[in-house]
């Protein structure tokens, strides 16, 4: 029974598409799926320009000291595509931290769309902005400022509603009502 769950791991391991590297408490590598071994092989033969390895083990190590799931907040790149690593801590039956386990997701499209919006954002002579279903901003382009006079980062966090003429405030607490139920807003 323990060899076939044992075959069980290893056979998901294997399958699972992006890198999965799996380290000791001292963040020794003791496992990697092939996604995991073709990763390490990229990055172990590029340096940044300070000279630093890229892939480093911060996160992994933030992981095991706290015992919780830490995910890298700046997204690493290899070979062209970007990825986000997620640190997972496995603990023992006294809730002590063996192993971590580090799994990169590829996040590319993610950056890619970003980026794509960013361009949209910052080249369009309209007001445009990304709000909550609370009805604050989120995101705004640099066309508030000049239409307005407020810098985005006095607006950001503001509710849409103080800038809105009396008579439209109904039909737009409705619009941000209807957004919220996910129906359609022309």
């Not at 408490?25 to 033969?45: Q, T, V």
């Not at 320009?49 to 290899?78: C, F, H, Q, T, W």
């Not at 809730?95 to 980026?115: A, L």
Request: contains cysteine; negative net charge.
């Amino acid at each position: 029974m323990l060899e076939q769950e044992s075959q069980l791991l290893e056979g998901i391991i294997e399958a699972i598409q992006d890198p999965i590297i799996i380290k000791d408490r001292k963040m020794n590598i003791l496992r990697c799926n092939p996604a995991g071994y073709k990763l390490i092989e990229e990055i172990e033969s590029m340096k940044n320009v300070s000279g630093k390895r890229i892939l480093n083990d911060e996160i992994s190590e933030k992981a095991a000291k706290a015992g919780i799931v830490k995910k890298s907040e700046k997204p690493m790149k290899s070979n062209g595509f970007y990825f986000q690593k997620i640190a997972t801590p496995i603990m023992n039956n006294k809730r002590e931290v063996t192993h971590i386990v580090e799994q990169f997701k590829d996040i590319t499209e993610i950056i890619e769309k970003e980026t794509e919006l960013d361009v949209y954002f910052s080249s369009s002579l309209d007001l445009l902005c990304i709000a909550s279903t609370e009805g604050r901003f989120l995101r705004l382009n640099p066309q508030w400022e000049e239409v307005l006079g407020y810098t985005t980062e006095e607006l950001k966090d503001r509710e849409i509603l103080e800038f809105i003429h009396t008579d439209d405030i109904l039909s737009t607490y409705e619009a941000i009502k209807n957004l919220t139920e996910n129906q359609e807003v022309i």
